[in-house]
């Protein structure tokens, strides 16, 4: 979290060189010019890749015990496991497992060239 | 663009130390064993930020060229300056520049501490 974020209003995360900037869907909206309306699937996915296979289903476990909900139980899946919840407002993760994309040790992602 | 990528199926970027993966809506609905149904606001947009105010303006004419519609066009804010436009599949991107949240070298951004 960093302390850029504005208690109440946006919350900045440092994810690699990239950011995950959390605030409200209203606010998104009014900020893009849209209408804030839409049901359904979002039509994406947050991902957090794990270093190791076990840990798809532990954090899986963590994100219930903080209100999250299973969609997509843990399973083996030709590139390594993976498994989904959704965040209590409804925004959609997936938990993977894939040792075709190692994690450097700072938890960033070596994509093969 | 990754070599890992599938064409046709699946194109994986480098963004940072995060992947930007773009695969079909129906793909990701079923592993995620939800229904691909919905519609309206997503909830979310990607962003790229730009080093330079005017940059802003040009990124939003090149992804107008490239069959994209602005939906909010470029203004200053509080922050710096953006504007959004919808990809030709309807995602919403935000093009940013925030002096607040400087980019280094390679284009990651860092944000205050």
Known sequence: L????????VAFFRTGGTVLALWSREALAEDANIDSEGSGFSGFALAHNVA????????LEEAVS???TVVR??????????GYFADPE?????VAWN???PLAE??????PD
């Open 2 to 9: 960093s302390g850029a974020s504005v208690e109440g209003e």
């Open 99 to 101: 040792p075709g994309f």
């Open 73 to 82: 139980e843990a399973r083996d899946v030709f590139f390594g496991r993976n």
């Open 52 to 59: 190791q296979k076990e840990e798809v289903d532990a954090v």
């Open 90 to 94: 409804g925004y959609l993760w997936e």
């Open 66 to 68: 903080a209100g999250g």
């Open 106 to 111: 700072d938890g960033t992602i070596r994509l």
